[in-house]
């Protein structure tokens, strides 16, 4: 075998900073095609984040873990309402009647000192139109953002919105029952609309004016349903009530903002993170004081 002299080789080719050079190869891998995933990762940061964090977002960006808590939360919904719709009694499951009035998840301000049914209530729809509204909305909107700010987040601000929905209901429409999973998402559309509106500048303009468009559409013909089931069709059966939605579009725009503003940074570091949990708390608590010693229902 030939001896090579160390010295005499062609050292690598680096930069200033000591860095090798790629080589044709490596240039040639670099300009492949985008895998799906990759793609996908490309497009929620572009719909997720302003410019100047969607390169940190792409470094560390993978599928893996997928958005469990969105994909979980949506099945549960999915499964309770099939189980009231095929296996319960009902005259129709297009509208759902009688079995979710009887239900133990469903909000009723009669049974409001069973506490679960403050969050419960999400699990159970009136109907096939109500249902695939939140699931559409929620796993459009859920799944990215749990992408981009992981589950625990995303959870925080959902759950956040199904409190809020149902105290809020409880105070300013107390005598009409809940059901639905509208407190949740009406808290990411609010987390997300206020980064929309708030990072406007740093979004591809186009692109902000429709994310901002398509919110208000959406929540402006959803609002008007909910008004219609409430105030203006009284057939027999349990009422939607509007309030859930007023309750967790202000939790997203507060709890949520903070949340998904917060990206890649400290909260227990920002002001506003305790400003919002303490005016959260405070809520909280004026809604039990109320429905223990105020509450016009029985």
Same mark, same amino acid.
């Given at each position: 075998m030939d001896d090579y002299d160390v010295e005499q080789q062609e050292p690598l080719p680096v930069d200033r900073d000591g860095r090798e050079f790629r080589i044709e190869e490596d240039q040639a891998d670099g300009n492949r095609k985008l895998g799906c995933c990759e793609k996908f990762q490309h497009t929620v940061s572009k719909w997720m984040l302003p410019e100047d964090l969607r390169s940190k977002y792409l470094e560390r960006a993978n599928c893996c873990p997928p958005p469990i808590f969105i994909i979980l939360i949506s099945i #549960?919904?999915? +499964?309770? /309402? %099939?189980?009231? +719709?095929?296996?319960k009694p009902q005259k129709q499951w297009v509208t759902l009647d009688e079995g979710i009035w009887t239900s133990p998840l469903t909000y009723k301000p009669e049974s409001r000192q069973e506490a679960w049914r403050f969050f419960s209530y999400m699990f159970v729809h009136a109907g096939v139109?109500? %249902?695939v509204g939140n699931l559409v909305m929620q796993l459009l909107l859920g799944i990215p953002l749990e992408l981009v700010h992981k589950g625990f987040e995303v959870g925080m601000v959902y759950l956040a919105g199904v409190l +809020? #929905? &149902?105290l809020a209901s409880s105070i300013f429409d107390p005598l009409s029952a809940l059901v639905g999973a509208s407190g949740g998402v009406y808290a990411l559309i609010g987390g997300y609309f206020m980064n929309a509106v708030v990072n406007f500048r740093e979004m591809i303009p186009l692109l902000g004016v429709f994310r901002i468009l398509a919110i208000v559409i959406f929540v402006g013909t959803d609002f008007g349903f909910a008004f219609y089931r409430r105030f203006v069709n009284?057939?027999? #059966?349990? =009422?939607? &009530? /509007?309030?859930a939605h007023f309750g967790g579009i202000v939790a997203g725009m507060t709890i949520g903002y903070i949340f998904? &503003? +917060?990206? =890649? !940074? !400290?909260?227990? !570091?920002?002001?506003?993170?305790?400003?919002? %949990?303490?005016?959260?708390i405070v809520f909280v608590l004026f809604a039990v004081l109320f429905n223990i010693f105020l509450t016009p229902a029985p």
């Open positions: #549960g919904e999915l +499964a309770v /309402f %099939i189980y009231y +719709a095929v296996w139109e109500h %249902i +809020a #929905g &149902s009284h057939e027999d #059966g349990l =009422n939607v &009530s /509007f309030v998904f &503003s +917060a990206y =890649n !940074k !400290k909260l227990l !570091k920002d002001p506003r993170f305790w400003l919002c %949990i303490v005016g959260y």
